[in-house]
């Protein structure tokens, strides 16, 4: 499988950036597919996943903030950031789980939100 992040950028406090992470490869009936983010120098944090049957959830930091769809026809999963904060600058990465056991992850994409 192959996940390609895009949508990155810089952004002011306050702003707004979508990020896409489109997914090639099989179709399967159990994933969830999320996105990380890691800040420079910290550990890659969970921020919001969305399973194939649409349920999602998010981290306390960006809920109300965030939200994670997808696009089925376009095997593309989207986070719209909302009310950017200077503490969301990370490299954001696309995670897909595919039956509880294979992992896949994206490249990344830079982040940048200044004050």
């Known amino acids: 499988e192959q996940l390609v992040e895009s949508g990155g950028g810089q952004m002011q406090a306050g702003g707004s950036l979508r990020l896409s992470c489109s997914i090639s490869?099989?179709?399967?009936?159990?994933?969830?597919v999320g996105w990380y983010r890691q800040a420079p120098g910290k550990q890659r944090d969970w921020v919001a996943h969305?399973?194939?049957?649409?349920?999602?959830n998010y981290a306390d930091s960006v809920k109300g903030r965030f939200t994670i769809s997808r696009d089925n026809a376009k095997n593309t999963v989207y986070l719209q950031m909302n009310m950017l904060k200077p503490e969301d600058t990370a490299v954001y990465y696309c995670?897909?789980?595919?039956?509880?056991?294979?992992?896949?992850w994206g490249q990344g994409t830079q982040v940048t939100v200044s004050s």
């Open positions: 995670h897909m789980v595919v039956a509880g056991v294979h992992q896949y």
């Open positions: 490869g099989r179709t399967y009936s159990s994933y969830v």
């Open positions: 969305i399973s194939n049957g649409g349920s999602t």
